[in-house]
Every structure is written in structure tokens, then in C-alpha cells.
Nanobody, 123 residues
Framework: QVQLVESGGGLVQAGGSLRLSCAAS????????MVWFHQGPGKEREFVAA????????YYADSVKGRFTISRDNAKNTVYLQMNSLKPEDTAVYYCAGSLNRPSRSSYEYDYWGQGTQVTVSS
């Protein structure tokens, strides 16, 4: 089992920045590909960004490419999502998840999920 706890969400004006963190405990964090999804009001959960177990490969949704950066620190058992130039449409609950498989854009590939952290971007 891997336990994941997100933090860093909040209210920010459009154009601002936030950094989300996802702290892991339990099994060896460095074995897991990690991902961020978000789910806006009345919407399905959507892929945001993913990172391989060693941080060597990263993947982004087109909507966040160039604005968001995913990274990880395996010594701290933490994955991050740096969000810059935030837009009102980024408003959502952000979830981190982990998988022993290769990084995937599909939520079905991930076995462990955090509880989510709310990000609200005002216009």
C-alpha cells in the first residue's frame, strides 16, 4: 500500500502561481510512476501531468504544457506540480496517483490515489 497526501491548493488570481505537493508513505516511492489529474465542477477526471519513476520522462496535457511542471524528489518521497500562469479554467480538485506501471494518461492505470486538494483561480 502507498498512502498519498496532497497539499498546496488554494485560491489564486488568474496569472498567479501555486505549487502542489504529494507526499507518499508506505512502499518504495521511487518504484512508482506518478501523475496529477484534476476534476472540475461537473466534469470528468482529466490527466494533467505524469512523471516516470526516476524523473527522466515527463508528460503533459496540451492545456497545461508550458505552464505546469511536474517533478519529484525520491529522497523526500514527494512529487510536485508547479503551476504558473493559472487560468480560471484550471479551477478543479487536483489528485495525485501512483502506479508501478509506466506513466499513463489513463486514470485506470493508477492504483493509489490521494484525497485531492482544491485549486480555485479567480478571474
Amino acid at each position: 500500500q502507498v498512502q498519498l497526501v496532497e497539499s498546496g491548493g488554494g485560491l489564486v488570481q488568474a496569472g498567479g502561481s501555486l505549487r502542489l505537493s504529494c507526499a507518499a508513505s508506505g512502499r518504495t516511492f521511487s518504484n512508482y510512476a506518478m501523475v496529477w489529474f484534476h476534476q472540475g465542477p461537473g466534469k470528468e477526471r482529466e490527466f494533467v501531468a505524469a512523471i516516470s519513476w526516476d524523473g527522466g520522462n515527463t508528460y503533459y496535457a496540451d492545456s497545461v504544457k508550458g505552464r505546469f511542471t511536474i517533478s519529484r524528489d525520491n529522497a523526500k518521497n514527494t512529487v510536485y506540480l508547479q503551476m504558473n500562469s493559472l487560468k480560471p479554467e484550471d479551477t478543479a480538485v487536483y489528485y495525485c496517483a501512483g502506479s508501478l506501471n509506466r506513466p499513463s494518461r489513463s486514470s485506470y492505470e493508477y492504483d493509489y490515489w490521494g484525497q485531492g486538494t482544491q485549486v480555485t483561480v479567480s478571474s
